[in-house]
């Protein structure tokens, strides 16, 4: 069985850094997508990065330049390094493993979720 385990997020100023962790079991990661979402509250679920199986990357527009998605197939685990956050980064922030090797913005290419990591970034 598939578990996908979230860990890093918390309660950060506007301008600070968190990395998030996404730790799985039950299935090598390596030859897999995984991508980052997030939904903030009153709103829909929306992608924010994706790594695709040989490490090509993909970022939402609003958060381009500011973070970072990365995998340690060693660890089988994937992160999100985020910087210069702001207030409406705020959210509950999702990893997911994909259907296939190749990156995907839609949620429907994803397989397993895991619970959500909180993220708040007051003003």
């Known amino acids: 069985q598939v578990q996908l385990v979230e860990s890093g997020g918390g309660l950060v100023q506007a301008g600070g850094s968190l990395r998030l962790s996404c730790a799985a079991s039950g299935r090598t990661l390596s030859s897999y997508a995984m991508g980052w979402f997030r939904q903030a509250p009153g709103k829909e679920r929306e992608f924010v990065a994706t790594i695709s199986w040989r490490e090509d990357t993909y970022y939402a527009r609003s958060v381009k330049g500011r973070f970072t998605i990365s995998r340690d197939n060693g660890k089988n685990t994937v992160y999100l390094q985020m910087s210069s956050l702001a207030p409406e980064d705020t959210a509950v922030y999702y990893c997911?493993?994909?259907?296939?090797?190749?990156?995907?913005?839609?949620?429907?290419?994803?397989?397993?979720w895991g619970q959500g990591t909180q993220v708040t970034v007051s003003s």
């Open positions: 997911a493993l994909g259907r296939s090797r190749y990156n995907s913005w839609q949620s429907k290419d994803y397989d397993y």
